[in-house]
């Protein structure tokens, strides 16, 4: 036997010695824990007879009488009633109330340069409680596209544009609905045709044209026309006497805000569209030193175009019609040509009642001319031209990114976006160009490919954002990059991509060069668009932003006054904000669920999604007397 195999002998005799003597150790503990606690006075089970002490105590220990509770914690706070916030509906007049809009308080401001009529939004504790009501009667909007030739009466029961402009062909009125036979002031043929016309003198197939303003719309027949060319057109037009007009064109399912060319900025970056459109909108474009041609050359992009139709173009043969002198109209086109010239525009073409500019591609040629033409000057470098929110106007022309003065005059200033469809998802020029720091090129791609996974795993929550045509307008109240829109962009939708102020990235600009729209809004005020505009809400993160700005219950009124009855509204945030929100939508009878991130549950942030409710004021007491008669 080797040495190995002794000592592996030894080494087992003394591991069996030690394991016994193991066991018995454990074994007389268990026995002698079994024997101390089987009785907890172990002299009262031999002893019963006496009335002893420790009788009295075994009693007082008895399993019956054992006390589990706290002694030594603070005393309760006296019980406090919660009552949930409730928000009840306004009157039935307030159908149509548009907060930032109101006639009575447009009556305090200047008359000068229509300011009067420009956005003028209540003080907070002014602001109503309560909540919209839809019109007795209110319908479902048809669906897209038959909704952009017909309208429910019962929506938009305005008749004054019916007559005022029957022999122009806007609407009709039949029975219980309208028709929009697609005409205007200055296309008594159609906007079809007219638009046709348009396309005969500049291209507006080839993708290049993709984003429009109309100033004046009507009721935005030439926006909704050119949405089969896949050209999206922001329609705006005030609040007048032609109260409807934008109305009318929400209920068609065609983009349009309410809104006016006064004494502040249009809320729209610079270089935002291709085209801006003026059918007889009756703006004085020459006078107050051209200022609302300088606005609109802000907000044109390099190389963009302007049209005008109506007043003063082809006042030789329309003269008669228009009821002013032949010297009044000459000098009113004069005054419009001088004022395009000195913003360097090239006139393209004019053509029976059709005038076309071109705004340069940069302002190599323009800066030249300056030597000359002092005025208007250009601005000041340090004043953004993409803020726009309650910011005046000026006269003056808004520069344009430089560009080396040895380069092409046709080099676009800021750079060039790709045709549509590749603009949608190309790289937009200012995030190349780093003009927003902290977004890369990769980091919007990134967030292109996050929001079509985030709007695909949306419609498994919202099945009617899946369903074609369910939706119509759709509103994106933080839009970031327009990401969600873009991801959106087959579907039969319009998303309205509104950039807060308060935001911390100015992106709207990025959002116009991928060929989308938007806006700019402070959500703590009303959005100037009517009730019901919407039939979907996207929020993201919207409540996190507005903390310690504003109450979450006005944001919350605001989204229940523009979202239609049996709309659908998503909201992303803090898991701890969205409860919150969830009990003040039982106020305005939303009904909802939060659910999980789409990565899973364990993100602080959640979805909350919800139907508004369908409801409508009562029906008339002369409707309820006429049912009572029937039955």
């Known amino acids: 036997m080797n040495l190995f195999t002794r000592i592996s002998s030894r080494d087992k005799k003394s591991n069996l010695y030690y394991l016994t003597l193991v066991a018995i150790l454990c074994v007389g503990s268990y026995l002698l824990g079994i024997w101390q606690n089987s009785t907890v006075n172990p002299r009262a089970a031999f002893d019963t007879s006496t009335d002893a002490p420790c009788e009295k105590f075994s009693k007082t220990t008895s399993t019956r009488d054992l006390d589990f509770n706290a002694h030594h914690s603070p005393h309760d706070p006296p019980p406090v009633t919660v009552t949930a916030v409730k928000f009840p509906s306004c009157d039935a007049e307030l159908s149509e109330h548009t907060p930032c809009e109101d006639a009575k308080r447009s009556l305090k401001f200047s008359r000068e340069r229509l300011e009067y009529r420009q956005r003028h939004c209540p003080d907070r504790e002014e602001a109503l409680k309560c909540r919209i009501p839809a019109p007795y009667g209110y319908k479902t909007p048809f669906r897209w596209p038959e909704s952009r030739d017909v309208a429910w009466f019962a929506n938009v029961p305005h008749t004054e544009l019916t007559v005022e402009k029957k022999n122009q062909n ?211 470098y340090d004043q953004d031209p993409d803020i726009a929110w309650y910011t005046k106007m000026d006269s003056c022309l808004t520069p344009l990114p430089e560009v080396d003065e040895a380069e092409d005059l046709k080099t676009v200033a800021g750079g060039k976006v790709e045709k549509w469809p590749a603009r949608l998802t190309a790289v937009p020029p200012r995030v190349n160009n780093g003009d927003l720091k902290e977004i890369t090129p990769e980091a919007f791609l990134e967030d292109t490919e996050l929001w079509k996974q985030r709007v695909s795993y949306y419609k498994k929550l919202d099945y009617q954002l899946g369903e074609t045509g369910r939706y119509r307008n759709l509103l994106d109240m933080n839009a970031y990059l327009g990401a969600f829109a873009a991801a959106l962009a087959n579907d039969p939708v319009w998303v309205m991509n509104v950039v807060p102020v308060e935001a911390k990235h100015n992106t709207l600009g990025v959002i116009y060069e991928r060929g989308l729209i938007g806006t700019y809004q402070n959500w703590c005020e009303a959005m100037s668009t009517y009730p019901r505009t919407y039939d979907f809400i996207h929020a993201d993160s919207v409540f996190t932003l507005y903390q310690d700005k504003c109450e979450p219950e006005d944001i919350l009124l605001e989204i229940d006054r523009i979202l239609r009855p049996g709309g659908g509204v998503i909201i992303r945030d803090d898991v701890d904000i969205l409860i919150k929100v969830k009990g003040l939508t039982k106020g305005l009878q939303w009904q909802g669920r939060i659910a999980d991130h789409e990565k899973g549950p364990h993100e602080r942030v959640k979805i909350y999604y919800a139907v508004k409710q369908y409801w409508t004021v009562p029906a008339p007491e002369e409707d309820k007397n006429n049912t009572k008669a029937l039955s």
């Open 170 to 380: 806007w609407v009709r009125y039949e029975n219980d609905r309208f028709w929009f036979p697609g005409g205007g002031t200055m296309f008594p043929r159609g906007a079809d045709a007219y638009i046709d016309d348009i396309g005969r003198l500049i291209d507006l197939s080839d993708g290049s044209i993709r984003t429009a303003i109309d100033t004046g719309c009507g009721v935005a027949s030439f926006g909704a026309y050119l949405l089969s060319r896949n050209i999206t057109t922001m329609s705006f037009a005030p609040r007048d006497t032609h109260e409807a007009q934008v109305q009318f064109a929400l209920e068609r399912g065609v983009p349009a805000m309410i809104g006016i060319m006064a004494t502040i900025r249009l809320p729209y970056p610079s270089r935002a569209f291709d085209l801006a459109h003026c059918s007889r909108c009756l703006i004085p474009w020459g006078q107050n030193d051209g200022v609302y041609l300088m606005e609109v050359d802000r907000v044109l992009r390099p190389g963009g175009y302007w049209i005008l139709s109506g007043p003063p173009i082809n006042w030789q043969k329309r003269w008669k019609g228009w009821e002013r002198t032949m010297d009044d109209l000459n000098a009113e086109q004069t005054q419009i040509e001088q004022v395009a010239r000195s913003l360097c525009w090239k006139k393209v073409v004019q053509r029976d009642d059709l005038a076309i500019w071109q705004k340069p591609s940069n302002h190599v040629h323009c800066k030249k001319l300056r030597q000359v033409l002092k005025n208007p000057e250009f601005c000041r």
